[in-house]
């Protein structure tokens, strides 16, 4: 099946640096991934809508401006967490959706652990 | 309002015994459900989904699940679990095939010697 990878798999930051994670899809193209956040016991809540060359969708409570999310390309979306705290830590996990396959399928990521220092 | 519901927040099962793991959902149209298995600090990986057609979807590792209509319920079901089945059940309904997913809270599931 589809591959999506997530890079990297964990990071520790410090307090009010700026984190980037990416959103890759291997083998197919994606116009459409979003980004899910888990923490530690809990499930995971939608957090934004990206699209490829347009703004994301952003969910409600989720701040546009904390959580700055790139859909460059039709294989790459990024999530920049600017100015983290430790509130942010948490386990981000994205997906996408291959269009293109026979029978419309969605590939989760494996996830990036985030620690706030 | 959509909601996805797993009652059981933990469930122990003894290796070879059993497992039905519950998800009762609440959706405007008519949704696409989804069961999906994390193991821990892993991702999501698809166990099966359902939108249309025989009620009673078979799909990887064993696992199947019956859509009931009348009670709004997707449950999984595994006749004989396997230690590896110990993992995290996360219930999802969405719009279509692939998208957005409102998921439950999830399912641990402990599975005893």
Same mark, same amino acid.
């Given at each position: 099946g589809a591959v999506v990878s997530q890079h990297p798999s964990r990071v520790i930051c410090k307090s009010g640096t700026s984190v980037k994670i990416e959103c890759r899809s291997l083998d197919f193209q994606a116009t459409t991934m979003f980004w899910y956040r888990q923490f530690p016991k809990q499930s995971l809540m939608l957090m934004a809508t990206s699209n490829e060359g347009s703004k994301a969708t952003y969910e409600q409570g989720v701040e546009k401006d904390k959580f700055l999310i790139n859909?460059? *390309?039709?294989?790459l979306s990024t999530l920049t967490v600017t100015s983290a705290h430790p509130e942010d830590s948490s386990f981000y996990i994205c997906s996408a959706g291959? *269009?293109?396959?026979a029978q419309e399928t969605q590939y989760f990521g494996p996830g990036t652990r985030l620690l706030v220092l | 309002a959509q909601s996805v519901t797993q009652p059981d927040i933990h469930i122990t099962v003894s290796e070879g015994a059993s497992l039905e793991l519950r998800c009762n959902y609440s959706y405007g149209a008519t949704p696409y459900l989804f069961w999906y298995v994390q193991s821990p600090g892993q991702g999501l990986q698809l166990l099966l989904k359902y939108f249309s057609g025989d009620t009673l979807v078979q799909g990887i590792k064993g696992f199947e699940a019956e859509f009931k209509r009348s009670q709004s319920s997707f449950n999984l079901r595994k006749p004989s679990v396997h230690w590896s089945d110990a993992a995290e059940y996360f219930c999802a309904v969405g719009?279509?095939?692939?998208g957005k997913l409102q998921f439950g809270a999830g399912t641990q599931v402990v599975v005893t010697p």
């Open positions: 859909h460059a *390309s039709l294989t291959d *269009s293109g396959a | 719009a279509r095939s692939w």
